[in-house]
């Protein structure tokens, strides 16, 4: 009894739940199917006349929902795709990716079997006609009430009149003359009547009932087919595999193959040692790279790493200097925030260094990236035309501005601005050599040069900038805003600069993440751009055109400026043929960044 | 046997001789017809000078069928109804008990505001109506059949009345409630009675036939979908039921009886033969509800003091309970 009842239990609660997930639909009702109370034996009942002529419709309706069936649940696959590769892929980056497919293909299976379980019956099937063509329950009634001997013969309505007409037929049984007839063949009693009727009635069906095609919930499914499919495109990676600590295989860029094998290290890379000032070292943590290019002229304007976050805090020991401030910059505009602690990075001399050569990045300060060329109005003006659409993120772009073409004060815009939303803790960092035409806190809407400008007044500016509690959010906004810049220059979509994840601002020395990601202490967000271009970007950012070097927080070893050998993982893609293209010490220095101390 | 056009042809002859005394109330000629088919009784109600009495004579002379008249009336007795038994004397002299028959033997019997009379006379029906017996003393006497008891009420007038107890309200197969007629069919009233002459009802009907539509009618194949959507609705009107409306916990003291379900289904049946329909189908259903169960159901005191009817009752539960379980 008691098995009954859970087996009764069990299968109400299915079909609520098909029911619900047929909401809407216009074969909603069918899914609940014949009463408890009196379960009908027509689909036992083969030999019913009407078992045949029913089984088209049912096969029909059986297809139309599971059109509807599997697109819903194929749409609800999708959207959890979406949502999960979209909104929680910020909070929770490292998403496993069972926790990503696994209800997706659950969702898809259970469709399925929904499917194939939920076939219509053909009593189901005979009440939606009945329903459907308002034929008041007679199919349903003939279905079931019908002998199950009978034979259709007995009920046919002789084709010479196709139907029974009520009015002037008879029964044999009280009319024999009509029963001789062979317009009249009246089955008798009432029921044998009643299923003649409901024949012809079934007779006259349109098959298929209609023509309405599920194209709303297919187009539906198709829309989150696609949207899932190129969220998952652009989706953050898997989760990371470790890798041997220090000997991770550069080669791993399939450019590189071409490439000497001899990859400068950290520490044989000049400029690229930590300080042997400890008070100038930036203290590095798990995650945390600091970019410290060897020599600016070399390097400067060809190619820039952002790194990953330092953690709140960590900033502000002092500024490390940083003599490829230009040519390597690291670090997202949400770095150059860190610049609230970064900037400390900036001892003057290494300031004004980095001033210059990011100043130099008028294009690339609207990308967040240096400069090529200092303070030239052709790179200036693609780092304009690109940092306009966004006037509240000024960027670098000292070339439209003539007065700040001076490379060093160009290159500060972002960090400026960055500082200047996180509490003004540069104060003395390295913008305070840049110069402001514009005056300390009349940034020019909407131009570039005048706000790189200010970067140089980025200190002043900080001064008067909010609290530091709102790091976050400038960070992340700046690296939205360097993001974009980066894109119309290069005309790659890096999806994750995009989302903001990565400051792009050109901070000077300051390559840090994101103060966002810097607070947490996490590693999210580390690109690398050769050539003004971002090189590389997330670990997820599969662009055809780059090539993964590292997968993310696979490459070992102390980040670049990292004091002590502190561990720094970095993860990104270098494209294939620009690091082919560049000479071999810049090679040598990209392969160092990744590398992480393997040898030179 | 008869056949279902047949059944038809015969139905529409009969409304149409009931056509030619009452104008209008086809909805309450069809019901009654429909309780006469299915053997059950009738309880009219409406104010006074509405017809009612007209109906039921109507319908005894279009059915050919005995008629007897009952006027209820507070000091009225049982016996006056059922008959009583009479010591008689043969030609030999000899004397005996012999038992004198009351108005209640006749195939239709006309209970006039039997409302009037006091339980303990309205409940010699009890008996007549249920098993169309009748017992004096130690001796049931059977009923002619078809026995038919249109039984008329005022709802309004309240003084000197004594409301009838369920056991017998539910006994009635219908309840029909007789409303005032409109516009044209009181001018039609007016010019038909202003004229002195009558018109006289044909039978068009006997006994048989009305048992053979009966019969027949019985014989309506009915889905067990549809009867499931009849006993939902009936079991929807009982508050201790499961899953029942708001409106019946709120409002109904006192839920339809089984009798309430067999008279749906009936109902059902029968309308659908005088629709040309073989089988029953929701709409059948839907159509004897009010009729079947307002005088089933009893409403608690809340109801009384927010003004709430059975009918309103009735529809909302119509309402909410769906043609298909969830």
């Known amino acids: 009894m008691a098995r009954e009842d859970l087996t009764r239990r069990a299968h109400t609660t299915l079909r609520r739940a098909v029911a619900l997930i047929m909401a809407r639909s216009d ?68 998403l496993p990716p069972i926790l990503i497919w696994f209800p997706v293909i659950a969702c ?45 013969q007995s009920l046919v309505i002789h084709h010479p009149r196709p139907i029974v007409h009520p009015a002037t037929a008879v029964s044999p049984t009280t009319r024999p003359e009509a029963a001789s007839s062979a317009g009249y063949v009246q089955p008798d009693p009432l029921a044998q009547r009643q299923a003649a009727r409901a024949l012809a009635r079934l007779q006259q069906l349109p098959y298929p009932p209609w023509q ?145 050569g990011s100043g130099n990045g008028s294009k690339s300060g609207a990308q967040g990236q240096t400069g090529q060329s200092t303070g030239s109005g052709k790179n200036g003006s693609p780092a304009n035309q690109s940092g306009q659409p966004n006037a509240q993120q000024p960027q670098s772009g000292p070339s439209q501005n003539p007065q700040t073409g001076s490379p060093a004060q160009g290159s500060k815009t972002q960090s400026s601005q960055d500082q200047s939303q996180q509490g003004g803790q540069q104060t003395s960092g390295p913008n305070t050599s840049g110069k402001n035409p514009f005056g300390e806190d009349t940034p020019p809407p909407g131009t570039k040069g005048s706000q790189s400008g200010q970067n140089g007044q980025g200190g002043t500016k900080s001064a008067h900038a909010p609290a530091q509690g709102q790091s976050s959010a400038a960070s992340s906004q700046s690296g939205s805003t360097g993001n974009g810049s980066g894109q119309s220059e290069n005309g790659l979509q890096d999806p994750r600069t995009q989302r903001g994840n990565t400051g792009s601002g050109t901070g000077p020395t300051q390559n840090r993440p994101g103060s966002q990601q810097a607070e947490s202490g996490q590693v999210k967000v580390t690109q690398v751009t050769v050539n003004g271009k971002p090189a590389i970007g997330s670990g997820n950012a599969q662009s055809p055109d780059l090539v993964p070097v590292a997968p993310y927080e696979v490459a070992p070893g102390p980040g670049l400026g990292a004091p002590n050998g502190e561990s720094s993982t970095v993860e990104g893609y270098v494209p294939e043929a620009d690091i082919s293209s560049l000479p071999p010490d810049e090679q040598a220095l990209i392969r160092a960044y990744f590398n992480g101390g393997s040898g030179s | 046997m008869i056949s279902p056009e047949e059944f038809q042809a015969t139905a529409r002859r009969i409304l149409e001789e009931i056509s030619t005394v009452i104008v209008g109330q086809e909805a309450v000629a069809r019901g009654v017809l429909i309780a006469l088919v299915g053997g059950g009784h009738v309880l009219l109600e409406g104010v006074p000078g509405l017809g009612k009495t007209s109906l039921v004579r109507a319908f005894a002379g279009a059915l050919d069928l005995q008629f007897g008249r009952i006027q209820f009336t507070p000091d009225l007795m049982p016996a006056d109804i059922t008959g009583t038994s009479i010591v008689s004397e043969d030609e030999m002299g000899r004397r005996s008990l012999s038992f004198q028959k009351g108005p209640i033997f006749a195939n239709i019997v006309l209970a006039d505001e039997i409302n009037r009379a006091t339980p303990k006379t309205q409940s010699a029906l009890l008996e007549a109506m249920q098993e169309c017996t009748v017992t004096a003393g130690t001796t049931s006497h059977p009923l002619p059949a078809p026995f038919f008891v249109l039984a008329t009420q005022n709802p309004i007038e309240m003084e000197g009345t004594y409301p009838l107890p369920e056991a017998q309200l539910d006994r009635f197969f219908f309840k029909l409630v007789i409303t005032y007629p409109y516009r044209g069919e009181l001018a039609t009233i007016v010019r038909r009675t202003g004229s002195g002459e009558m018109p006289v009802v044909r039978g068009v009907a006997g006994g048989e036939t009305l048992l053979a539509m009966s019969r027949l009618a019985r014989e309506v194949p009915m889905a067990s979908h549809v009867l499931d959507y009849a006993v939902r609705i009936v079991l929807a009107t009982q508050p201790n039921s499961p899953d029942v409306p708001e409106v019946t916990r709120k409002y109904i003291r006192i839920g339809a009886s089984p009798r309430g379900a067999q008279a749906i289904a009936l109902a059902g049946r029968i309308g659908s033969l005088l629709d040309g329909r073989y089988n029953l189908s929701y709409d059948d259903v839907r159509a004897a509800v009010h009729p079947a169960l307002r005088h089933r159901i009893s409403l608690n005191f809340e109801a009384q003091t927010h003004g709430i009817t059975t009918d309103t009752v009735l529809d909302e539960i119509v309402q909410t309970v769906r043609e298909v379980p969830n």
């Open chain 1, 108 to 152: 898809v299976l259970a469709g399925a079997w929904l499917v194939r379980s939920n076939r219509p019956s053909l009593a189901e099937t005979a009440r939606w006609l009945d329903r459907e063509f308002e034929l008041h329950e007679q199919l349903g009634t003939a279905l079931e009430c019908t002998p199950s001997q009978l034979q259709g």
């Open chain 1, 212 to 356: 309405k095609r599920q194209r709303g919930s297919v187009l539906l499914a198709l829309v989150l087919l696609l949207a899932g499919f190129f969220s998952t495109r652009y989706a953050a990676p898997a989760a990371p595999t470790a890798a041997p600590q220090g000997s991770y295989p550069l080669t791993q860029a399939r450019s590189t193959g071409s490439l000497p094998q001899a990859i400068p290290t950290q520490a044989s890379l000049a400029g690229l040692s930590p300080s042997a000032d400890g008070s100038a070292k930036v203290p590095a943590t798990k995650g945390d790279t600091h970019a410290s290019p060897p020599a600016q002229s070399s390097l400067s304007g060809s190619f820039q790493i952002r790194s990953s976050p330092q953690p709140a805090g960590s900033g502000g020991t002092g500024p490390a200097p940083n003599p490829l401030a230009g040519s390597l910059t690291g670090g997202s505009a949400g770095s150059t925030v860190n610049g609230a602690r970064s900037s400390n990075a900036g001892p003057s001399g290494a300031a004004q260094q980095l001033q210059a």
């Open chain 1, 27 to 94: 074969y909603q009702y069918l899914l609940l199917g014949a009463p408890r109370l009196l379960p009908a034996a027509a689909d036992r009942a083969n030999d019913n006349p009407l078992v045949e002529p029913i089984r088209p419709y049912r096969r029909w309706l059986w297809r139309q929902r599971s059109i509807v069936t599997l697109a819903r649940f194929l749409g609800l696959a999708m959207a959890y795709l979406v949502a999960v590769n979209v909104l929680l892929r910020d909070a929770v980056p490292s």
